[in-house]
């Protein structure tokens, strides 16, 4: 009764191994083989089992943690789009737009311009800003 078994255990602990890996280095490079390998299985079965503990795929979760740091910095520095695009890891100005109005709803500048420095917690903050799945 809600026991785990060793083998379910070791395997989130794998996924969640590599997803502290793209958590860590979401800015730089990351694909799949490597993904796998620190988590010591194959290609297939870490797309497979990633998703199924995660919900989605790793490359849309790594996605969604490059859009939420670049909602931070739109909200919280002065820098221009462009350079936020390529400080979070993506490889284009187009990719990026693309990807965040996917993710978010709106694009990169139309988000900046209806963000506001408001004070309130913090907890509140991200709950409400947190992207859509």
């Known amino acids: 009764m809600g026991c785990v078994s060793r083998a379910a255990e070791e395997t989130?602990?794998?996924?969640l191994r590599a997803r502290d890996a793209?958590?860590?280095?979401?800015?730089?490079?990351?694909d799949v083989p490597a993904l796998a390998r620190i988590?010591?299985?194959s290609e297939a079965h870490f797309t497979r089992t990633f998703r199924?503990?995660?919900?989605?795929?790793?490359h849309r979760y790594l996605q969604r943690r490059r859009v939420e740091r670049a909602m931070f910095l739109l909200r919280e520095s002065g820098r221009?789009?462009?350079?936020?695009?390529?400080?979070?890891?993506?490889g284009s100005p187009?990719?990026?737009?693309?990807?965040f109005r996917d993710i978010v709803g709106t694009s990169p500048r139309?988000?900046?311009?209806?963000?506001?420095?408001?004070?309130?917690?913090?907890?509140?903050a991200k709950a409400w800003m947190r992207p859509r799945a």
Not at 52 to 58: I, L
């Open 94 to 99: 187009g990719t990026f737009s693309r990807t």
């Open 52 to 58: 199924a503990t995660f919900g989605e795929t790793p």
């Open 12 to 15: 989130n602990r794998r996924m």
């Open 80 to 90: 221009s789009v462009t350079d936020i695009c390529f400080e979070v890891g993506f």
């Open 39 to 41: 988590a010591h299985v």
């Open 110 to 124: 139309a988000y900046r311009k209806q963000t506001t420095a408001v004070d309130v917690p913090t907890c509140f």
């Open 22 to 30: 793209m958590d860590r280095a979401y800015a730089q490079p990351l």
